[in-house]
């Protein structure tokens, strides 16, 4: 729960902001917008939710594969919620 704590923060500061603190998309060339989208909500939603899928399943008892599926779906689930 650390790390996911720990990318909720530095979800933060990833890229630039305008004057009322919203993200703003990298210049031109420096990324690319779906590249730079997904990455802001991975950090400041997806890893969250998929690290708290995760560790449900370690808790239940599954193995790392069924545990690192958890992550993705979590992500995933997380990501969609993002772009309704």
């Known amino acids: ?3 996911a704590v720990r990318d909720l923060a530095e979800g933060e ?4 902001r305008d004057q009322q603190n919203n993200p703003l998309p990298s210049p031109q060339g420096v990324s690319n917008a779906t590249d730079d989208w997904t ?3 991975v950090l ?3 890893s969250l939710l998929g ?3 995760q560790g449900t399943l370690k808790l239940a008892g599954h193995g790392t594969e069924l545990q690192e599926q958890g992550y ?3 992500k995933h689930l997380a990501l969609a919620w ?3």
Do not use: E, T, Y
Request: proline residues 0%; charged residues 25%.
């Open 72 to 74: 993705k779906f979590g």
């Open 44 to 46: 400041s939603a997806g």
């Open 82 to 84: 993002q772009v309704k």
């Open 39 to 41: 990455l802001r909500n």
């Open 13 to 16: 500061f990833v890229g630039r």
């Open 1 to 3: 729960m650390s790390s």
């Open 51 to 53: 690290k708290s899928c």
